[in-house]
């Protein structure tokens, strides 16, 4: 069972269900496929602090990227946790990976113990105690956890969270090659993003973004603890750093290998540009956080203002692939 834990959790499991199936694609290529990359400000007086997530909803990507690549994608919920065990062992016992949605707080090897329900891992083998799990390169790769924390994982309630979600990926076909699936997922991609229902959502949420970063040091309880939090979140779970922009990027690259057009490399260059500022703007969060100074906030919103206008750039130069 090769195990590449790569940065994100649900392009990591489903390297592993793809591979098994022959198709060995690289990260930012599972992602762009999936038409990943997404932006949401989320506040809401229920919230200790707001929320910046880069991408789209968990298991959209799952099931984006199984329809673009023609794949049968098997879904299985279930309130039963008897059930539940019984969906995940009679493929593994088959000789097939499994994904699960879990809450990753109750995992054994988890380093950061907070509640996240939107967790996604790949399952590929079980013994008396311990599950057997492929997760990111950062919680470890090939990892293990006992069967009772992830039997918790899955039961767990609350945000983001689905009901002992698990699933599995056919290749009826067998492997497929990315080539002419790409145009497809990057103007999904676009569209979506450039035409956001609500206005936290796409170009608009970070366009509102700016606008509120400013008022961060008023927001929170402790913003000395909160802004350098809400930092940390951007770059590190906002996976490779600058909420996904890298991985978007590096996908648009490898795509420019394939595709010859002026449009995708403008897409590239402007998310190139993307990426490094979204890296300045949560260096200027923390700073904000530690220093109390709310001109670095300033600073920040100005430089969420530029990314706006890139991002949709890049956005309208793609969507015309």
């Given at each position: 069972?090769?195990a590449h834990?790569?940065q994100?959790?649900?392009t990591?499991?489903?390297?592993?269900l793809?591979?098994h199936?022959?198709i060995?694609?690289?990260?930012?290529m599972?992602f762009g496929l999936?038409s990943?990359l997404s932006?949401?400000y989320w506040?809401s007086?229920?919230?200790?602090?707001?929320?910046?997530?880069?991408?789209?909803?968990?298991?959209?990507l799952?099931?984006?990227?199984?329809a673009?690549l023609?794949?049968?994608?098997?879904?299985?919920?279930t309130?039963?946790a008897r059930?539940a065990?019984?969906?995940?062992?009679v493929?593994l016992d088959a000789?097939r990976?499994?994904g699960?949605?879990?809450d990753?707080?109750?995992l054994?090897?988890f380093?950061?113990?907070?509640?996240?329900?939107?967790?996604?891992?790949?399952?590929?083998?079980?013994?008396?105690?311990?599950a057997?799990?492929v997760?990111?390169?950062?919680?470890?790769?090939?990892?293990t956890?006992?069967?009772?924390?992830?039997a918790?994982?899955?039961a767990?309630?609350?945000p983001?969270?689905?009901r002992?979600?698990?699933?599995?990926?056919t290749?009826?076909?067998?492997p497929v090659?990315?080539?002419?699936?790409i145009v497809?997922?990057i103007?999904?991609?676009?569209?979506?993003f450039?035409?956001p229902?609500?206005?936290?959502l796409?170009h608009?949420?970070?366009?509102?973004?700016?606008?509120?970063v400013?008022k961060?040091?008023e927001r929170?309880?402790d913003?000395r603890?909160?802004l350098?939090?809400a930092?940390a979140?951007?770059e590190?779970?906002?996976?490779?750093?600058?909420l996904?922009?890298?991985?978007y990027?590096?996908?648009l690259?490898?795509s420019a290998?394939?595709?010859d057009?002026?449009?995708l490399?403008?897409?590239?260059g402007?998310?190139a540009?993307a990426a490094?500022?979204w890296?300045?703007v949560?260096?200027l969060v923390?700073?904000?956080?530690?220093s109390g100074d709310?001109?670095?906030?300033?600073?920040?919103?100005?430089v969420l203002?530029?990314?706006s206008?890139i991002?949709?750039?890049a956005?309208?130069?793609?969507?015309?692939?």
């Amino acid at each position: 069972m090769a195990a590449h834990g790569m940065q994100h959790c649900e392009t990591t499991a489903l390297g592993v269900l793809l591979r098994h199936e022959g198709i060995d694609f690289s990260e930012p290529m599972l992602f762009g496929l999936g038409s990943g990359l997404s932006f949401i400000y989320w506040d809401s007086k229920a919230m200790g602090f707001p929320f910046l997530g880069g991408r789209v909803r968990p298991f959209e990507l799952t099931r984006n990227l199984a329809a673009v690549l023609g794949l049968d994608l098997l879904v299985e919920e279930t309130t039963s946790a008897r059930k539940a065990w019984q969906n995940v062992a009679v493929h593994l016992d088959a000789g097939r990976p499994v994904g699960l949605q879990l809450d990753s707080y109750h995992l054994d090897y988890f380093t950061t113990k907070v509640h996240f329900g939107g967790h996604v891992v790949a399952m590929y083998g079980y013994d008396e105690e311990d599950a057997y799990l492929v997760d990111t390169a950062p919680q470890g790769g090939a990892v293990t956890t006992g069967l009772a924390a992830l039997a918790r994982a899955r039961a767990e309630r609350g945000p983001m969270t689905a009901r002992h979600r698990s699933f599995t990926i056919t290749a009826p076909g067998g492997p497929v090659p990315p080539g002419d699936r790409i145009v497809p997922a990057i103007k999904t991609c676009a569209d979506a993003f450039l035409n956001p229902p609500i206005a936290n959502l796409g170009h608009r949420g970070i366009e509102k973004t700016a606008k509120q970063v400013p008022k961060w040091l008023e927001r929170g309880d402790d913003p000395r603890e909160d802004l350098p939090r809400a930092a940390a979140l951007m770059e590190r779970a906002g996976t490779g750093g600058a909420l996904f922009r890298n991985l978007y990027r590096d996908f648009l690259a490898e795509s420019a290998q394939l595709i010859d057009s002026d449009h995708l490399r403008t897409g590239h260059g402007l998310y190139a540009e993307a990426a490094t500022l979204w890296t300045e703007v949560a260096a200027l969060v923390a700073a904000a956080g530690e220093s109390g100074d709310a001109k670095t906030l300033t600073q920040a919103g100005a430089v969420l203002h530029e990314l706006s206008r890139i991002e949709r750039e890049a956005m309208r130069a793609l969507s015309k692939l």
